[in-house]
T-cell receptor
Framework: AQKITQTQPGMFVQEKEAVTLDCTYDTSDPSYGLFWYKQPSSGEMIFLIY??????QNATEGRYSLNFQKARKSANLVISASQLGDSAMYFC????????????FGTGTQLKVEL | NAGVTQTPKFRVLKTGQSMTLLCAQD?????MYWYRQDPGMGLRLIHYSVGEGTTAKGEVPDGYNVSRLKKQNFLLGLESAAPSQTSVYFCASKSFTGATNQPQHFGDGTRLSIL
């Protein structure tokens, strides 16, 4: 069974600093995809970034980047130059094996950006 | 663009009552999903559909039924609501075609309380 683990229930970071949110996964499928979503206090799920298992380079999207270490089965999200608006819950998810492009989600990390 | 629209946004039910949550997407997506989000547990897949007229069980299907009579709509039904079904429900959709990095697009959620 596939599994996603986010070990940090809560994180604090000072404005303008960088922060890393951890995500480890477990799968026997050589082909998989990893997604990060942001959920602000308003509740919606916002897609941030994607990493494919065969991608040669770590994904980047603006201030978001993935530290993808395939051998360690980790896909940590790095947010650079944190802003107050980055305060939110962050979820790591993995595309499951089999049909339907289903996602398995981690339990999330609550990030608080402080002045 | 509306994207994924969930109706209603909030609902309070009494134990034993029934109701249907409606999800509508205007992106012509083939795949649709229903998740529930509970504190400390991330999002868990209830049911999903890979196309009009098809549905399949997810991780936590008990107590729920779904229907996909039209491509753009995915209905989630609770036949006899129980307090354990108090949760926030999210609908999502995804295109079948396109690159594997295409994410699921989420609605804003329905907050359901069962008394």
């Amino acid at each position: 069974a596939q599994k996603i683990t986010q070990t940090q229930p809560g994180m604090f970071v000072q404005e303008k600093e960088a922060v890393t949110l951890d995500c480890t996964y477990d799968t026997s499928d050589p082909s998989y995809g990893l997604f990060w979503y942001k959920q602000p206090s308003s509740g919606e799920m916002i897609f941030l970034i994607y990493q494919g298992s065969y991608d040669q380079q770590n994904a980047t999207e603006g201030r978001y980047s993935l530290n993808f270490q395939k051998a360690r089965k980790s896909a940590n999200l790095v947010i650079s130059a944190s802003q107050l608006g980055d305060s939110a819950m962050y979820f790591c998810a993995m595309r499951e094996q089999g049909g339907g492009n289903k996602l398995t989600f981690g339990t999330g990390t609550q990030l608080k950006v402080e002045l | 663009n509306a994207g994924v629209t969930q109706t209603p946004k909030f609902r309070v039910l009494k134990t034993g009552q029934s109701m249907t949550l409606l999800c509508a997407q205007d992106m012509n997506h083939e795949y649709m999903y229903w998740y529930r989000q509970d504190p400390g547990m991330g999002l868990r897949l209830i049911h999903y559909s890979v196309g009009e007229g098809t549905t399949a069980k997810g991780e936590v299907p008990d107590g729920y039924n779904v229907s996909r009579l039209k491509k753009q709509n995915f209905l989630l039904g609770l036949e006899s609501a129980a307090p354990s079904q108090t949760s926030v429900y999210f609908c999502a959709s995804k295109s079948f075609t396109g690159a594997t990095n295409q994410p699921q697009h989420f609605g804003d959620g329905t907050r359901l309380s069962i008394l």
